[in-house]
Structure formats: structure tokens, C-alpha cells
Nanobody, 121 residues
């Protein structure tokens, strides 16, 4: 059974920091890992992704403030968020692109339940 579990959300004042963590279990091999966020009334948007080899990409709106990293041995990805702004508020979702076993034909995307991040002004 695949589990993708986020942690680390919360309420913080503008200019503050939060560190999100996400651990995946029940998978055999993970390709990309990433973070998305969603606010009410808007589509879920990509925030940052990182490949199995460590190549990271963050969207321009958070570049220089957010850092994504991962530990392949622990199937864990983090999102360090600094200098937070009210517009960073949303539910942050972790996603992993993974194979469940050697016989699996192609990897699939698995999502966590999300963690709320609220930045007050």
C-alpha cells in the first residue's frame, strides 16, 4: 500500500520560515518528487520538483526563497520555505512519481493528503 505523508505546515507571520517534509512508503523506486500548492478557487500549481539524481527546479515566484531537497535512502523530500509571503498561503501537496515493483510497466504519480500553510500579513 502506497503512502505519501506530508508534515510541517502551520501558521507563520510574513517573513518567517517553514520546513515541509514528505515521506513515501510502499514504493520500489521513485523518480521525481515534488511539491504543489492549491488555494480555493484556483488550480493546483507546481511549486518545486526534484529528480532522483537531485536536479531541482522551482517556479519563479518562489525562486530564491524556497529550496527543495530529498534523501533517496529515506524516500523523503523537503521544502524549505523562507521569507514567506501571504500569497504563499495554501494547501501544499507532495507528489512522487514511482514504481511499485520491478514488474510495473510504467511509473505513476501518487499524492499526499496535503498540509495547510498559512502566512499572515
Amino acid at each position: 500500500q502506497v503512502q505519501v505523508m506530508e508534515s510541517g505546515g502551520g501558521l507563520v507571520q510574513a517573513g518567517g520560515s517553514l520546513r515541509l517534509a514528505c515521506a513515501a512508503s510502499g514504493v520500489w523506486h521513485i523518480n521525481d518528487m515534488g511539491w504543489y500548492r492549491q488555494v480555493p478557487g484556483k488550480q493546483r500549481e507546481r511549486v518545486a520538483t526534484i529528480s532522483n539524481g537531485g536536479s531541482a527546479d522551482v517556479v519563479s515566484s518562489v525562486r530564491g526563497r524556497f529550496t527543495i531537497s530529498r534523501d533517496n535512502a529515506r524516500n523523503t523530500v523537503w521544502l524549505q520555505m523562507n521569507r514567506l509571503k501571504p500569497e504563499d498561503t495554501g494547501i501544499y501537496y507532495c507528489t512522487v512519481n514511482a514504481l511499485l515493483g520491478v514488474s510495473m510497466a510504467r511509473p505513476e504519480d501518487y499524492w499526499g493528503q496535503g498540509t495547510q500553510v498559512t502566512v499572515s500579513s
